[in-house]
């Protein structure tokens, strides 16, 4: 098959394949972005964590119960958080019913328990308000981002 034949199939084909409908299917099962998960069901491994921190991410696992009203009440604020740091922030959810050996491991004595993890670790057990939650996450981070610029 000579050159201008094939360039002649290939356009025709391409032709075919975009004015069917498909391609646009295809293209957007492809954002051009892809946004990294924020929030997670399970702990990360540590190698995951180490290279989120790394990156001026704070990780932050909490310990929780799906039975416990102070958690339910946490879960709420946390995920306003994970928003509100626009990608400078991860959530690891630990259901301490679904992994007892790592909270055990962790000395969760209580729930909820949050671990900051950013230059330095934080722990915080029980309740507490977003605003001290901000703080505390603020805290923990090698360069200011731009969600604690408003503190």
């Known amino acids: 098959m000579n050159d201008r034949l094939r360039k002649f199939f290939a356009l025709f084909v391409l032709f075919m394949f975009l004015g069917s409908g498909v391609a646009f299917s295809v293209l957007s099962a492809f954002p051009e972005e892809k946004k990294p998960t924020l929030v997670f069901n399970g702990p990360l491994p540590r190698e995951e964590e180490g290279k989120l921190i790394s990156r001026n991410i704070v990780v932050v696992v909490e310990f929780y119960s799906s039975d416990c009203p102070d958690c339910a009440r946490m879960e709420s604020d946390l995920m306003e958080l994970v928003a509100g740091f626009s990608g400078s922030l991860v959530l690891e959810r630990v259901d301490v019913s679904l992994y007892p050996e790592l909270a055990e491991y962790e000395g969760i004595e209580t729930v909820p328990t949050l671990i900051l993890k950013g230059r330095t670790i ?26 604690c610029e408003f503190q």
Not at 130 to 135: A, F, M, N, Y
């Open 122 to 147: 934080k722990r915080i057990e029980g309740p507490v308000p977003k605003d001290r939650l901000i703080e505390s996450i603020c805290s923990l981070y090698f360069n200011p981002v731009p969600a």
